[in-house]
């Protein structure tokens, strides 16, 4: 059977480029196939295997890859080590992000005078995102 990316066809009957139908074929109350109907005309193509799809029609192509924009970088290295995320003070559980020299709430992203670095092991896993299993 052929791979057909729509339901697309030219039919032989009509001549149009049309729409099919695929209807189920009925033997009593059981189901013995299916048919493919022409939706200009209604010609009945009795399989998926006479039914005249276009081939090989695919979805236009809008953009390319040089479209795309450049990454966008928000903080300077300088700025992204300063963040609480960062911090050794930080600690985080599903319900709240808290700062335990302050005794707070803070986000990930707010910064701190009292800042100190958490070892880089800490920062790599910090910056990979947490799953479930890590939280609880």
Do not use: W
């Amino acid at each position: 059977m052929a791979e057909r990316s729509s339901n697309e066809i030219v039919c032989e009957q009509c001549g149009e480029d049309s729409l099919v139908r695929k209807e189920p074929v009925f033997d009593g109350f059981t189901k013995v196939g299916e048919q493919f109907v022409c939706l200009s005309c209604g010609h009945v193509y009795p399989d998926e295997a006479s039914t005249p799809f276009k081939a090989g029609r695919r979805d236009p192509v809008l953009f390319s890859e040089s479209d795309k924009a450049p990454k966008v970088d928000l903080f300077e290295d300088n700025e992204k080590q300063r963040f609480c995320r960062y911090c050794e003070f930080y600690t985080v559980n599903p319900f709240i992000q808290r700062c335990d020299k302050h005794d707070k709430e803070v986000e990930a992203t707010d910064i701190c005078v009292s800042f100190k670095r958490k070892p880089d092991d800490e920062i790599e896993e910090a910056d990979e995102s947490p799953s479930l299993s890590d939280l609880f």
